[in-house]
């Protein structure tokens, strides 16, 4: 099937209506563009769980604070769509700032618990405009699964969270992060490090795999699984950390002692302009 491209609403609306005529489900995967393999191994995911799949690409303004990076975010569209139609993609949707965003727009969609918690900390109002657009997007398109990268393991909680509170009809599902040969989690940012940036960023993951061996040993003391992190990180000064937790894989709550379930270790980090997130699960029955 050839990849349709849609930029409005009324043609995405006439698709999904092709779509449950013929009794087939639609699985969504939301993306930026800039895409990687990360992006490409949620459609394979998509493919597995639904009869079509439909990628949007849309840089979303509204979770860059000031300062960020939007005006430079990388946009490479035509790259993209060729991507989408390898990897079998049946649609695409493109929407503009003006249709997501109509004049006077005025509400917003806040997950009051996390939205300031981890990444939310650094990057005041970024969850505010993830949601609020992920909602949209969803409406929108009415899939029956939405897939989303675990690379952004608070944001996919947060997606998952508001789907359970607002009753939305979706699974939304996990996409396993990908990485580079040298563990660093593909990220469409990736492409502003240095080249002399390259390994120091890759000592993160190198830090985390750390923590998930001493884990499958035995270990349960969030503090010696953080310490064990740091010191693999603190060998490069260029690597300046923002947050290294240990936190309850669903709730994102911090264990009061050891460990008692499945649990992630999430890291936020500097180098040079860039920042860095990267997380592994720590799973008892792994």
């Not at 649609?91 to 109509?102: E, I």
Request: some cysteine; proline content about 6%; aromatic content about 6%.
């Amino acid at each position: 099937m050839t990849l349709q491209t849609i930029v409005e609403i009324p043609a995405l609306d006439a698709f999904r209506l092709s779509l449950f005529s013929a009794g087939r489900k639609l699985a969504f995967v939301p993306t930026m563009g800039a895409l990687h393999e990360g992006h490409v191994s949620l459609v394979r995911q998509a493919k597995q769980h639904a009869d079509a799949v439909i990628c949007s690409i849309f840089v979303n303004p509204s979770q860059f604070g000031p300062g960020e990076d939007f005006n430079r975010y990388p946009r490479t569209l035509t790259e993209d769509v060729a991507k989408l139609a390898t990897a079998g993609c049946d649609a695409v949707f493109l929407p503009n700032v003006a249709t997501m965003y109509p004049e006077k727009f005025q509400t917003w969609v806040r997950n009051e618990a996390l939205e300031n918690d981890l990444c939310g900390a650094a990057r005041p109002g970024h969850f505010r405009g993830v949601l609020t657009v992920v909602l949209k997007l969803l409406n929108i398109v009415r899939p029956e699964f939405a897939l989303f990268g675990k690379k952004d393991y608070q944001q996919w909680r947060l997606i998952e969270k508001m789907a359970l509170d607002l009753n939305l009809p979706v699974r939304i599902i996990g996409g396993e992060t990908v990485r580079e040969p040298d563990g660093l989690a593909m990220s469409s940012r990736n492409r502003y490090l240095k080249p002399e940036e390259r390994p120091v960023a890759a000592v993160i993951s190198k830090g985390l795999r750390a923590a998930v061996e001493k884990y499958k040993s035995g270990e349960r003391n969030p503090k010696a699984l953080i310490e064990l992190v740091a010191r693999e990180i603190s060998g490069h000064p260029a690597i300046k950390i923002e947050y290294l937790t240990i936190r309850d894989q669903l709730s994102l709550a911090e264990f009061p002692g050891v460990m008692t379930g499945p649990a992630v270790i999430l890291v936020a980090a500097r180098l040079g302009d860039l920042r860095l997130i990267d997380n592994m699960e720590l799973d008892p029955s792994v």
